[in-house]
């Protein structure tokens, strides 16, 4: 039973930074990939930034790049995304989604956290 838990979002100012946190339980992080994504409403789920095993390569949309890094802390079972300069764009629900197997570029995630809210005001 894998579930992930996403927690930091919040209200702040373009410019400012914020950092969200996905903590994967019911298995080892260390297994999984872990990618992000941000949807507003009326909208589909946009990818925002592959979050590889230890030893691959992170990738992010070209609309975060050079402002948000993913990260990971296998020994605490948490996946971070770093947000820097943030920008009123920016705003939406952020979902970290897990795959629990070989992971290849178009593949479903396996499992998604709820999602947390990252509001920016301008």
């Known amino acids: 039973q894998v579930q992930l838990v996403e927690s930091g979002g919040g209200l702040v100012q373009a410019g400012d930074s914020l950092r969200l946190s996905c903590v994967v339980s019911g298995g080892s992080l260390s297994r999984f990939v872990v990618d992000w994504f941000r949807q507003t409403p009326g909208n589909e789920r946009e990818f925002v930034g592959h979050?590889?095993?230890?030893?691959?390569?992170?990738d992010y949309a070209q609309s975060v790049k050079g402002r948000f890094t993913i990260s990971r802390d296998n020994a605490k079972n948490t996946v971070y995304l770093q947000m820097n300069s943030l920008k009123p764009e920016d705003t939406a629900v952020y979902y970290c989604?897990?795959?629990?197997?070989?992971?290849?570029?178009?593949?479903?995630?396996?499992?998604w956290g709820q999602g947390t809210q990252v509001t920016v005001s301008s």
């Open positions: 979050g590889p095993r230890t030893g691959g390569f992170p």
């Open positions: 989604a897990a795959f629990g197997g070989n992971w290849y570029r178009g593949l479903a995630p396996d499992y």
